[in-house]
Every structure is written in structure tokens, then in C-alpha cells.
């Protein structure tokens, strides 16, 4: 699991709503997986990412030299754009869980997959 | 009607499959790139010979990079309804627009394709001899000119009354192919993991040109099976995000769909199908989960969503259940430890997939997904509605004599606001569906039938 989906999920166990996220990761095993950069394609993301739970999500990882926000000019600034890249979309998450903020309910991470399946009772009519 | 020279004509040689699905394909790729759909024909029917005016030449070239519907695309000099009248066609063609190909410094060589008829050699010469009236200059070249010329006679549809002569004639200077050559490059029997349900490989490209799918796109889809429209999505530059309720079939594990086949190896899953096609860095993620109960947060950040929901026949219609109904005898799925329902109301799958759709695609982003309906009882009410989203298309494919599929595009064009406020609008909007509900019954209800038809008349 990547970082940039790990940004995407939220916990949809009943009663929580916006409080399901960002859900708490935690890792043992993780995998650099080198990805071909394409500056475009990162740069578009960049709007779309929640911050705080990314920084929160790869200081649990340990990752190092991850830009504390986006800067101006973003997207013309390859340094930038590279350490982003790497952080989205490089770091893959094969084993672990993710674990609802609100609830404790937790979906495990197995080989790259999360498994978010809920039943009936736990989640929102 | 005569359209304003001034407008660039282009006759499109479409191919004779998925006619239905033709047109909207041409006009969602020419508005990706900035055209329009006009054109000065009546109707696109059945013929595989298109006059369409396209600003430029470029986006005559775009579309060519995409489409599977159409073979070839001709910058159009002349046509005409016998040959004098493609000649006089000819004749009144801008000679500036025509000199930049013919000087005498190119190369160039003319064809010939006919259609529904076959010509001997000594007749294919003499027509292209009957053009030399025609300014060219440059030397012949037939193995690798610089211009390709064509000239395509039409004798109509039905091979059993060829014409003596053709319906139309037309001339015009080769651009490109269109890129049907990936139906068989990506054709399912050399795919890696393929499931039950695969989705032929010609109209998973087309569900991606009808989903205006570009590079650097995210494209979703929520009942993602064993990946084959991520392929096609991945082939056109988008990043792929999918996601499904069958752990197995996420994970590549458990029986295999190929025959001979007993078990799923290592190779089999998604990620290695778009490793096998050099698309692996297109692939964001895979999840498993419950298209009915989606776990992305509020946002809008899926450009496309292209997906082929299960219709209860072959692959079973399924959401999570509750413990109740663990006695009543339902799968449970050992791996992912969450009972699974066998029962999912086809019209609820819908509900959920166009509200989903309405939330989290972008403003101007398309949802592309089949529809299967019983054909006596369809009537076009039947197709799902939602306030923020557009229907583009609803193109027909039969399954069987009473059944068969829809390929409906829609494109959102509202912004999505409180999901409590559509719900009761959509639920008046989804019982002429509610029939469909047992599609299942239905779609073996001809079966059946048939079959006590054949015993009866096999007894007198």
C-alpha cells in the first residue's frame, strides 16, 4: 500500500464520519519500490493531499526528508517534486494495519493489500 | 449538404464491430482533444464511411491514437456518387490545400480499397489512371512514399447484391491508422490472470475513450476483478486504483479461470497483468472492500470511474452482511473473516455506484459502466439517474435473445452536495429497475424454455 492511498482511505465504521480519518498505520514490513518519476502526474496530486496525515503516516514509517508542505512553485520545483514522488508513491507498505482513530477497529495490510471489509452491524446505514 | 470549404473534411473508414459503440467513441475522443463532433452526414448507422469536418489536422491525429472503432482516418479531397462526380469533386478542391503533397520533390503512391466487391487488377489501374488529371508531381513510390493517397469505392453492406457499380466514391490523402492492432496485442487469451467475467480487450478501450481516460489521470474501478479495464486505462497513461469484495481474486489466489488450469500461480494478479504490458508503474493499488460501503474519504479526486459491476449470473452479486444472516446460509469468506451476503439488489448496486461516482469523481469526470437488462421489459427510464450526472451514451450489446447489456456514460457536471437530499429523488427513479432485481431468473428463463420447446418437439 502506498502512501498517496494510505492519504486517500478513511474508516467507515458506523458513527465515526469525518473522524475516520486519517487512519493510524502501523508497519512491519515495508518496501522501497522504485517508481518511474513523472513530475506531471505528482505535481497533480499535490492539491489533493492531506498533509498532516501524510507527515503523520511517514514519521511512523521513519521516512526522512519529507517536505512539511507544499512550497510555491511547486510545480515547476523538481527537488521537490522527486522527494514527493518517493514519499507517495515509492514506499510500499506490505504488511501492517490501519487502524480507525475513532473506533480501534482495525484492517489489516497484507501483501500490499489492505482489507477494509466491514459487516453489516459495524458499519453506517 | 455541402459544408463551407474553408472547414477541414476528414472521412473516417470505421470498423464493421460494436457499431453502436462507434459514435460515441469518436465524439468523446474529439472533445479530449479540443474538436467537436460535426459533421455534414445524416446518420452513422451502419456504414463504415464517415465525413466528419476536425479543425486540425493534429486532432485528426490525436484521435487516431486512441480509437479502436475506427481503422483509418483520410484528409478528404473529393467524393462523389459515380465517378464523374467524384471527379468534378475533385476539380473543386482548393489546388493550394493539394500542391504541398504533390510536388515534385515528394514521392507518393495511390490505392485502392473496395468494399463488399473485389476488382481485377487491370480495373484497380484504370481507376487510378482516370486521376491524372490530377496535379501531381512527385515520382511514384511504392514501397515507401512520403503520401499515401486512397481512393475507396462503397458497394454497399449486403454481400449477397453487390452493385454493379458503387454507392460512393472517395478520394483522399492517408493520416493514420486507428489502433485496433491493440485488440490483439492485449487480447485476453495471452493475458496473464483472467478471470470468469475478463472484459474482451476491444471494448475495454472503448469503455476507456468513452471514460475520456488521459495521462496522468486517476481512474478507479470498484468491482476491478482481475484488472483488465485498469489495463486499458494504464495503456493510455492513467494511474489505476481498484478495488473488490473477493479477496481471492484481489490477492491471485484460489482456482484458476483458464482451462487446464487447476490453480492460480505466483504471476496471476493484478499488478502482474499490468507488469506483463510494461504498465506496472500506472498501478497506484489494489483493496479489498465493499463497493457498497466505499472507505475513500470525502473528496473528489477520481477523473474516471470504468467499471463492469457483476450481474448475478456468472460472478455472484455481493455486499457484506451482518451476523443474522450467517444462518441462512451464506459464503463466508475464511481469508477475509467478514461474513459476505449473496444477496445485493442489483438496483441498490447502482444506487451506491452513482452516488459514489457523484461524490468522488472531479467536476467534468465520467462514469462508464454496463447495464444488463432483460430486453422485453427495457424501457430507457430504466437507466439509472442522479442530479449531478450527465447520461452521454447508452450503447446496446446483446448477451442472448432476451438479454442483453448497456455501456452508459455519464459525466458529472453538478457538484455533489448532501447525499440525504438525492436519496428519495433516486429511489422513485430506480423502481422500473427493481424488476431487474432477478436478472438472473430472467437471464435463464430463455434457457429454460427453450429447452422444454426442444423436448416437446423431440417427442412428436
Given amino acids: 500500500m502506498k502512501l498517496l492511498t494510505h492519504n486517500l482511505l478513511s474508516s ?13 498505520l502501523q508497519a512491519t514490513e515495508v518496501r522501497i519500490n522504485p517508481v518511474e518519476f513523472n513530475p506531471e502526474f505528482v505535481a497533480r496530486m ?20 519529507v517536505p512539511k508542505e507544499p512550497i510555491q512553485g511547486y510545480e515547476h520545483d523538481e527537488k521537490f517534486l522527486r522527494k514527493m514522488h518517493h514519499v507517495l508513491l515509492e514506499v510500499d507498505v506490505l504488511e501492517g494495519t490501519l487502524q480507525c482513530p475513532e473506533s480501534g477497529r482495525l484492517f489489516p495490510i497484507s501483501r500490499g493489500i489492505p482489507n477494509m471489509l466491514l459487516s453489516d452491524e459495524e458499519t453506517e446505514s | 449538404m455541402a459544408l463551407p470549404c474553408t472547414l477541414n473534411r476528414y ?31 445524416e446518420t452513422y448507422g451502419k456504414s463504415p464511411f464517415w465525413i466528419l469536418s476536425i479543425p486540425s489536422e493534429e486532432i485528426a491525429r490525436n484521435l ?59 480495373e484497380k489501374v484504370k481507376r487510378i489512371d482516370a486521376l491524372e488529371f490530377l496535379p501531381f508531381e512527385g515520382k511514384v513510390n511504392l514501397k515507401k512514399p512520403q503520401h499515401i493517397f486512397s481512393i475507396l469505392e462503397d458497394y454497399g453492406l449486403d454481400p449477397n447484391r453487390i452493385p454493379e457499380n458503387p454507392h460512393n466514391i472517395y478520394f483522399g490523402r492517408w493520416i493514420a491508422d486507428g489502433q485496433r492492432e491493440l485488440i490483439e496485442s492485449y487480447s485476453v487469451k495471452k493475458r496473464l490472470f483472467i478471470g470468469n467475467t475478463s472484459m474482451d480487450a476491444g471494448l475495454s478501450f472503448i469503455m476507456a475513450n468513452h471514460g475520456k481516460v488521459k495521462a496522468n489521470d486517476i481512474v478507479f474501478d470498484p468491482f476491478v476483478g482481475t484488472g483488465g479495464l485498469l489495463i486499458a486505462s494504464a495503456h493510455f497513461g492513467a494511474y489505476v486504483y481498484g478495488t473488490d469484495i473477493d479477496y481471492n481474486t484481489v ?50 479526486y477520481f477523473d474516471a470511474i470504468i467499471t463492469d459491476p457483476p450481474y448475478g449470473i456468472r460472478e455472484s452479486t455481493r455486499r457484506t452482511g451482518s451476523q443474522k444472516e450467517i444462518s441462512k446460509g451464506i459464503e463466508k469468506c475464511p481469508e477475509s473473516h467478514v461474513p459476505v ?12 455506484l452513482l452516488n459514489f461516482a457523484a461524490e468522488t469523481l472531479v467536476l467534468g469526470g465520467r462514469l462508464v459502466y454496463w447495464l444488463p437488462v432483460y430486453t422485453p421489459e427495457y424501457t430507457e427510464e430504466m437507466v ?16 442472448s435473445s432476451h438479454t442483453s447489456r448497456r455501456l452508459i456514460t455519464m459525466e458529472k457536471v453538478k457538484k455533489f452536495e448532501n447525499r440525504d437530499q ?23 428463463s430463455g434457457v429454460t424454455k427453450r429447452i422444454a420447446k426442444e423436448e416437446k418437439s423431440s417427442q412428436e
Fill in chain 1, 12 to 24: 467507515h465504521v458506523r458513527g465515526v464520519g469525518p473522524r475516520g480519518f486519517p487512519l493510524r
Fill in chain 1, 46 to 65: 499535490i492539491p489533493k493531499v492531506e498533509w498532516a496525515a501524510l507527515l503523520e503516516a511517514a514519521d511512523t514509517l521513519h521516512l526522512v526528508e
Fill in chain 2, 11 to 41: 472521412l473516417l473508414l470505421m470498423a464493421q464491430e460494436h457499431l453502436e459503440f462507434r459514435l460515441p467513441e469518436i465524439k468523446s475522443l474529439l472533445s479530449l482533444f479540443g474538436g467537436q463532433f460535426t459533421s455534414g452526414q
Fill in chain 2, 64 to 122: 487516431m491514437k486512441r480509437t479502436v472503432c475506427a481503422k483509418s482516418i483520410f484528409e478528404l479531397w473529393g467524393h462523389g456518387k459515380s465517378p464523374e462526380e467524384l471527379y468534378s469533386s475533385l476539380k473543386n478542391y482548393p489546388v493550394e490545400k493539394m500542391v504541398p503533397f504533390l510536388h515534385s520533390d515528394s514521392t507518393y503512391k495511390i490505392k485502392i480499397h473496395t468494399f463488399n466487391k473485389t476488382l481485377t487488377q487491370e
Fill in chain 2, 251 to 300: 490477492h491471485g489466489l484460489g482456482k484458476a479461470s483458464r482451462k487446464n488450469q487447476k490453480w492460480r500461480g505466483p504471476d496471476e494478479n493484478i499488478r502482474a497483468n499490468l507488469r506483463q504490458y510494461g504498465l506496472e508503474k500506472y498501478y497506484l493499488d489494489v483493496l479489498v472492500s465493499d463497493a457498497s460501503k466505499p472507505s475513500w474519504r470525502k473528496g473528489t
Fill in chain 2, 341 to 352: 451476503s449473496l444477496s445485493y439488489h442489483l438496483s441498490d448496486m447502482y444506487f451506491d
Fill in chain 2, 384 to 399: 439509472p439517474w442522479h442530479p449531478c450526472l450527465e447520461l452521454i451514451s447508452n450503447c446496446e450489446q446483446k448477451l
Fill in chain 2, 422 to 444: 438525492y436519496s428519495h429523488l433516486l429511489s422513485d427513479h430506480f423502481l422500473p429497475y427493481q424488476g431487474h432485481n432477478s436478472f438472473r431468473e430472467k437471464y435463464f
